[in-house]
Every structure is written in C-alpha cells, then in structure tokens.
C-alpha cells in the first residue's frame, strides 16, 4: 500500500475515534489516554485479552 493511502486510512480512523470523543477537551484528552495504555497493554502483551487477569486503569483523580 503507498504510503498517502495508508495516511489516508489511518487520518479517516483517527476522525472515526475523534468524533466520538466528549465535547470538553480535557475529558477527551483523558479518554485518549485511556485508549494509548489500553493499545500499549493488549499490543505489547504476546496473549493479551486471553488472560484471566482483570487490568485495571490508574487512579485520574478526576471526577466524572
């Protein structure tokens, strides 16, 4: 695939995750970091999703 058609794709998923983000760009930031640590976890991990092991995200210490 050259690569303008994979930045193609990959801008169009990236607009796909963006408009389903809050409206409040702090609340979408966090929701964005929440998405990189799960992608780092589950891609990082040779078997990941198929443990029995429950992660769980840290503590933000905001309130929803």
């Known amino acids: ?3 303008s058609q994979k930045h193609s794709r990959l ?3 990236a607009i796909i995750v963006v408009s389903q983000l809050p409206d409040n760009s702090a609340e979408a930031l ?3 970091d929440y998405a990189r640590h799960l992608v780092t976890e589950f ?3 040779p ?3 198929t443990s029995a092991n429950v992660k769980t995200f840290p503590a933000s210490g905001q309130s929803h």
């Open 11 to 13: 801008r169009r998923q």
């Open 47 to 49: 078997a990941a999703g």
């Open 30 to 32: 966090t929701v964005l």
């Open 1 to 3: 695939m050259p690569n």
């Open 43 to 45: 891609l990082e991990e």
